[in-house]
């Protein structure tokens, strides 16, 4: 089994930045790709940003110039930098492991909450 699991969600006023990280452990195969999704309330779950294992990165048009996803395969972990944060960033930010570029892969960690308020 995988396991996921997100951290540096919080509270943050408008144009500011945090930093989210999701640390994969488990039986995970080399070659997998993963990915940030975001929840709001009472809105469909979206695609964030995805990454493939050869860095290959695509990126939701909502958040293009301010969000930079990357990862560390030696630590088996991704990282989302989140910058000129909106009131709209507010959510919860899931991190996912598996599929491909265009494919969201089976694999969720339990999320973390990005609350952007003044």
């Known amino acids: 089994q995988v396991q996921l699991v997100e951290s540096g969600g919080g509270l943050v006023q408008p144009g500011g930045s945090l930093r989210l990280s999701c640390a994969a452990s488990?039986?995970?195969?080399?070659?997998?790709?993963m990915g940030w999704y975001r929840q709001a309330p009472g809105k469909q779950r979206e695609v964030v940003a995805r990454i493939t294992s050869y860095d290959i990165i695509k990126v939701g048009d909502s958040v293009k110039g301010r969000f930079t996803i990357s990862r560390d395969n030696a630590k088996n972990t991704v990282y989302l930098q989140m910058n000129s944060l909106k009131v709209d960033d507010t959510a919860v930010y899931y991190c996912n492991l598996g599929g491909d570029l265009y494919v969201t892969g089976e694999f969720w960690g339990p999320g973390t909450r990005v609350t952007v308020s003044s």
């Open positions: 488990g039986r995970i195969v080399s070659g997998y790709t």
